[in-house]
């Protein structure tokens, strides 16, 4: 069983800031690609960021020089810094982890999991 689990979210005034933190947990024997969505009611989910392994970063237009995507390999965990946050950035945050699970002692198999989300609202 592979968990994530978003943390951060929250209520916070135009032009402030909020950090999100996404753990994984489980039967993980490596993590791939790790990133971050958004969504709100009626929509798509938007992508805003993702971040390799190794530490390779890409970001949507509309977050590019106002959020930082970061990681922790060591303890499977990504962080979405927003900064200069707008009322536009209002939505429910998903991460998303590209995995190894395994599945018993001997094998394994790749996914990609999703945690659960975390409101962010910006207004005043």
């Known amino acids: 069983q592979v968990q994530l689990v978003e943390s951060g979210g929250g209520l916070v005034q135009p032009g402030g800031s909020l950090r999100l933190s996404c753990a994984a947990s489980g039967s993980i024997l490596r993590i791939y690609t790790m990133g971050w969505y958004r969504q709100v009611p009626g929509k798509q989910r938007e992508f805003l960021s993702h971040?390799?392994?190794?530490?390779?970063?890409n970001y949507a237009d509309s977050v590019k020089g106002r959020f930082t995507i970061s990681r922790d390999n060591n303890k499977n965990t990504v962080y979405l810094q927003m900064n200069n946050l707008k009322p536009e950035d209002t939505a429910v945050y998903y991460c998303?982890?590209?995995?190894?699970?395994?599945?018993?002692?001997?094998?394994?198999?790749?996914?990609?999991?999703w945690g659960q989300g975390t409101q962010v609202t910006v207004s005043s």
């Open positions: 971040i390799t392994s190794g530490g390779a970063t």
């Open positions: 998303n982890a590209d995995l190894d699970a395994y599945t018993s002692i001997s094998s394994y198999s790749r996914n990609t999991y």
